[in-house]
Structure formats: structure tokens, C-alpha cells
């Protein structure tokens, strides 16, 4: 949300009469029932009067201006996974409290009538929760479950290709409305677990894949791994470790298809003791051969 400040066009060490002052102004020139079928002026009230009901409490003021609630008045949630935490949606919504309206209830009748409707029409607020996914997940899509702290749950659509960090706006489904108006959203933070071995860089996704001496020598076709399921790889004769392979359309998928999977090759030697293998090697004498040719002073 806008800085409730902003939306106000007041300072930050704004007396209440300043506050209040700025809000009347606002409030007479953007009210819905003086601006009929005016979408815009419908939705800069509203701005205005979450803003006021902010600023006109002196504690929600002060708690918004140490950084411990956001504009919308929720709590700042903290870092932890979705199964302890969720923000306390609360059976009200920050226009439940009508403080906001008291001046023009005590001197213009008209106004304080389309107040208190306005009031009644208020929607609930939103719930906040966080939500950790696998890798895999993230990228070929899911269907997740909340077990919600007051009980219940809550079904979580994940589309393919999530981004870590991303929030997802499931309407209707935070806290119900006080009055007449709609029930708030709930509004799902993900994180994405790390994977053993793919890793994401925008839509391509990384692997490091283990190969053998012979593989890299003289070609093979390795079953390799992608998100989507194996595929055989086929290693051109010569390859070497830190060569990169490139397979289309095997990344994470994106509006118009999918990114690609970066397989970059690494040697690994046999871990166990090879007698074969060190019989010729020691008879392997290549002729101009120095992998640190590079590295001399």
C-alpha cells in the first residue's frame, strides 16, 4: 500500500488537527455517493480513509512509524515457515473502527450517513501467511495445503514456474467483512526449498553433472536429470569438465514456453583404488600434454 502519509499530503510530524484536516478535504471531494459510477474516486477514498484511520490512532501511529505494522495496519511478518506463523486476520478490519468519521457525525448529518454505509460495505481484512515449496514444485506447478493456527486449512494453487518470494492472492478467503462487505484475500508468501542439484538463474535452471574419464574421451549418452523427468544426453567425443550442454525447453516454463537446462560436465575420478586404470595411466605418456601450460610464470 501507499505511505498513509502520502495519500494524505501531510508531513510526517503532522499535528492530529493537520491529519484530520487533510482527511475532511479528501474525504468531501472523493466520497463514493458525491462521485457516482467514478471508479477512481471510489478507490482514493478508500486509500483515504484506511490512511486517516491509521494516522488518527495514535498507537496504530506509532507502531506504523517504528516499522512494526504496514500501511494496511497487519503486522510485519516474521521469518519463519508457514506452519508458525500466520498474521492474525482478526474477526475486524481497519474500517471497523468508525473514530474516523466522529467529526463529521457531530456536524454534517449527510456526510456521517454516508459514512456509517460506508462503513457497513467495508471488506474483511487479509490474512498473511508464508508458505515453503519444494524445488520441483515451484517449477512444474502443485497444489499445496495450510493447516491454519485457528484450525482448518487452506489449498494452495502453485503455478508452474513460481518464483521464490513471490506472494499469491487467494480472493476471499482472509477474514470476514464486519458489516455487508466482502471477506479480505488471503495473501501467501513462497519460499522455495533448495534442490541437491539443480539450481535456478531466471528461466534456465543449472546442473552439475558427474561423468566419467571414458565418457568424456569418446562420447556417450548419459541418462541425465531434468526437472520434467530423465533424458539421455548425448556427450560429444572430447568434452572435458566445465564443458556446458545445452537442452532446450528443459527449464522453468515462462509465458511463452520454457527456458533451457545448462548441464555443465564434471570429471570425477573413480573413488575407489583401480588397479587397471593406474597400469595405464602409468604406461600414458601423451605427447604435448600439460592441462597448466596457462599457469606458468
Known sequence: MKDPYEILSVARDAEPADIRKAYHRLAKKLHPDLNPGDKEAESRFKEAASAYDLLSDPE??????????DASGAEKPPERYYRDYAAEAGPGYRYENQSGYADFMDNDDFLAEMFRRQARRARGADAHYRLAVDFLDAVN???KRISLPEGGSLDVAIPPGLQDGQ???LRGKGGAAPGEGDPGDALVEVSINPHPFFTRHGDNIHLDLPVTFGEVVLGAEIKTPTPTGPVMLKTPKGSNTGTVLRLKGKGAPRRNGRGDLLVKLRIVAPMEPNAELEAFLASWAPANYDPRRDMKP
Open 141 to 143: 506447478g502443485a497444489t
Open 167 to 169: 506472494i499469491l492472492r
Open 60 to 69: 496504530k501511529r506509532r507502531r506504523f512509524d517504528s516499522g512494526e505494522i
